[in-house]
């Protein structure tokens, strides 16, 4: 269930670079296609290589950015800055579509007839066929990891891929009925199924900006940890989780026994933190403490206090 932790984003720098690798690529392959078929289809889908290379350059920026430490500026760090990344993928796996949508309509206007088509498609699958490959790796990782920017950039050469067999298959039938305007039909289709895709990632990356809860699996197994700890007389409330790239944070009030020294209530929370650490690796925990029977324990249960509430007479850890 939990996600593998890295001490730093830095390290997967080499799967970004992976990306730029396959969309120079790709981008050489897709453009010979072109050049030997004339299919504006192809030149469409070679225009998207170029925003694909464009979005694992922006990749191998963020990754080294998002592994600066801390500074007095961020002191949470930098991770966010792969929502800004995943968010600009998404918006150009759109304009992506959008070109290839005007390119279609355009040649639903004027159909023409392909040339060198077999060698072309060729070309052009020995492309779709590097680009998945890549995809599945960025993938993998970008799950493992639990790093958006490499699961952007993984579903962007995804999106790549059905543009091409969209493409091939447009290619083929306009070649074998003689009705041309079948090519920019399917072009049609994938750019359709592409913007799905790109609004996918915009919507992850708005909600990552927006500090938004750490899935539901994840708060269940830190619920389950702290409801462990009730036989002992300790309660809990105030538990907030949040995401920041491939950072997770949590933080939770734990109520003890006004009788307990502080020595004591220290201990527990360290064990606390210790089991919730084990259970989600990576994860940063801040806990405060509080005793049971003081009424201004209470008085924080949402994210704002009243600021009547004074000031708590409660260590924290």
Known sequence: MSRKSLTSPRSLTGFAWLSVAAAVITIGLKLAAYILTGSVGLLSDAMESLVNLAAALLAVWTLFFAAQPPDEEHPYGHTKAEYFASGAEGFLILGAAVSIGYVAVQRILEPRPIQNVETGLLVSAAA??????????????????????????????????WTTVGVITGVVAATLTGIYILDPLVGLAV???????????????????????????????????LDRYRDRGVSYHALRTRQAGMRRF???????????TVAEGHHLVEELETEVRKALPGVTVFTHLEPLED???WQDLNLDRPASGGVRGSAAS
């Open 295 to 297: 009424p201004r324990a």
């Open 191 to 225: 750019a359709a199924n592409i913007v799905r895709s790109g609004i996918g990632l915009v919507r992850r990356s708005v909600l990552g900006l927006m500090d938004t809860a750490l899935p539901p699996e994840e708060q269940r197994v830190i619920r389950e940890i």
């Open 250 to 260: 949590m933080s939770v009030h734990v109520l003890v026994p006004g009788s307990w």
């Open 128 to 161: 779709a066929a590097v680009n998945f490959s890549v995809a599945r790796v960025l993938l993998s990782a970008g799950h493992r990891y639990g790093a958006i920017v490499l699961e952007a950039d993984a579903r962007h050469l995804l999106a790549d891929v």
